[in-house]
């Protein structure tokens, strides 16, 4: 059974898994207000699923539309937006942002003040650290080409971001590679490597001790 704190807000056909917590102000099923030049699909949305055991802390809202799989923790003032699919056991931190149309897999960490840009690809066990910052518009809301060309990064298995980093559109970062702090990734990044600086250039190989299935 779902528990649902009275100043939170639950929308109609919203579906609760057993032992979700729903905390004090979260809002749940919202349906999107778009504004006009928005590229957003703008098709009727399903209803949000919520998985078992995932806790909607304060403040946060999850659009409808999306699905969140089982023993997620969306933390408190944070946001997923439509069309969102996560997996199982994910943290969103604190304030972070999950725009439209983005996949989460399972065991990622997105810390505090992240903000994961519509179009994205996160696979399993990615660590994003705080006040990361996604892009996929390298027209910046001008032209019509590029509603045809947005894209968000994508971010392959175990890889991991650092505080601060900036990702360009449409880039790639490689399973298992590292994103220093502050880095701005203009270009794809290998697997397995370790990238620095502005532009972000590639300096060394993460070390095996680092690697998920040495873990």
Known sequence: MAEVHP???????TVLGDGVRVLEGAVVGKQPTLGP??????????PTTIGAGTVI?????????????????????SCVRERVRIADDVVVGR????????????????QADAYVTAYSTLEEHVFIA?????????????????????????????????????????????EEAFVGAGAVVTKDVPARKLVVGNPARAIRDVPDEELLENQ
Not at 7 to 13: E, L
Request: aromatic share 4%.
């Open 37 to 46: 030049r928005s590229t957003a699909k703008r098709e009727p949305l399903p």
């Open 130 to 174: 705080p006040c990361v910052v996604t892009t996929n518009d390298n027209f910046m809301g001008r032209t019509e080409k590029r509603k045809e060309l947005m894209k968000g990064p994508t971010i392959r298995r175990g890889a991991r971001v650092g505080g601060g980093a900036v990702l360009c559109p449409g880039i790639e970062v490689g």
């Open 57 to 77: 802390s304060t403040g946060a809202i999850v659009f409808a539309g999306s699905e969140i799989g089982a023993g997620c923790i969306l933390g408190d003032q």
């Open 7 to 13: 100043s939170a807000t639950v929308y109609p056909g």
């Open 95 to 110: 304030g972070s942002l999950v725009e439209n149309d983005t996949t989460i897999g399972s065991g990622t960490r997105i």
